[in-house]
C-alpha cells in the first residue's frame, strides 16, 4: 500500500482565499483523522471520521474551517476564508478497526501551509 | 497545565548513549502513543501500549497505569535517532487524543 496519501505538500495562498487540502487514507482503514501542527501550539486533533462519518469536531477551530468524507478513500478539509494564523502544517492519519485511539495511526506526509 | 507533560524538552547525547524521554498524563487514559517525528517532518508510530513494556530495535517503551507515566528508552542511540518524540495519549472512552509538546533529541557522531 502506498501509505496516506495527502495533496498538496506545500501550499501557499493569500488570505481570504479558499484552501481545500485532501487525503486518501489507506485502503480499508475506517478511520480518519486530521491534525494540524504548529510551532505555538504542537499536535492538535482537528476532527476525526469513523466509516465516512464525522465523530468529533471538536477540535475545528471555528466556523471557517470544514472537513467531508464522501467516501471510504478521499477526505478534504476546506478553509475558507483563509488568514494567516492558519499556516501551518496539516497532518492527515488513517487508522484500523475498533477504535482510532486504540490502534496505530498512520501518519500523510503532511501540507504545509502558508497564507499570506 | 497541560494533561500531557513530557522531559525532557531537548536533549543532546552522544552517539552511543542510553537514552529516556519521560511522558506523564494527568487524565485517564485507553491507550499512550510514541510518534517520531523525522527533521522533514514526516510522523511516524512507534510504539502503542495500554499497559506494560514494548520493545522494538533499540527502542523500549514502558508505561505505568498507576503513576500515569511512560518513558521511552533507546539504547546504543545513533545520530538517525535524531528527531522530536511525541507522546500522546488516548483519552478514556471518547478516545480523543491529545499530544505533548515533544522532545527535541539530537544525538551527536
Known amino acids: 500500500d502506498a501509505g496516506v496519501i495527502q495533496s498538496p505538500r506545500h501550499e501557499v495562498t493569500e488570505m481570504g482565499q479558499e484552501v481545500t487540502l485532501r487525503c486518501k487514507p489507506i485502503?480499508?482503514?475506517?478511520?480518519l483523522f486530521w491534525y494540524r501542527q504548529t510551532m505555538m501550539r504542537g499536535l492538535e486533533l482537528l476532527i476525526y471520521?469513523?466509516?465516512?462519518?464525522?465523530?468529533?469536531d471538536s477540535g475545528m477551530p471555528e466556523d471557517r474551517f470544514s472537513a467531508k468524507m464522501p467516501n471510504a478513500s478521499f477526505s478534504t478539509l476546506k478553509i475558507q476564508p483563509s488568514e494567516p494564523r492558519d499556516s501551518a502544517v496539516y497532518f492527515c492519519?488513517?487508522?484500523?478497526?475498533?477504535?482510532?485511539?486504540?490502534?496505530?495511526?498512520?501518519f500523510g506526509p503532511g501540507t504545509r501551509l502558508l497564507v499570506l | 497545565k497541560n494533561e500531557v507533560e513530557q522531559s525532557p524538552q531537548n536533549l543532546t547525547a552522544q552517539e552511543g548513549e542510553f537514552i529516556t524521554i519521560n511522558c506523564s498524563y494527568s487524565?485517564?487514559?485507553?491507550?499512550l502513543h510514541w510518534l517520531q517525528q523525522h527533521p522533514g517532518g514526516g510522523i511516524v508510530s512507534l510504539f502503542m501500549?495500554?499497559?506494560g513494556k514494548k520493545k522494538h530495535g533499540r527502542l523500549i517503551a514502558t508505561i505505568n497505569i498507576q503513576e500515569k507515566h511512560s518513558s521511552l528508552h533507546i539504547t546504543a542511540s545513533h545520530p538517525r535517532d535524531s528527531a522530536v518524540y511525541i507522546c500522546?495519549?488516548?483519552?478514556?472512552?471518547?478516545?480523543?487524543?491529545?499530544f505533548g509538546k515533544g522532545t527535541r533529541l539530537h544525538i551527536l557522531p
Open positions: 492519519a488513517s487508522s484500523l478497526l475498533s477504535s482510532g485511539g486504540r490502534e496505530t495511526q498512520y
Open positions: 485502503s480499508g482503514h475506517d478511520y
Open positions: 471520521f469513523n466509516n465516512n462519518v464525522p465523530i468529533d
Open positions: 487524565v485517564g487514559i485507553s491507550a
Open positions: 501500549l495500554s499497559s
Open positions: 500522546a495519549v488516548s483519552k478514556g472512552k471518547d478516545d480523543k487524543i491529545i
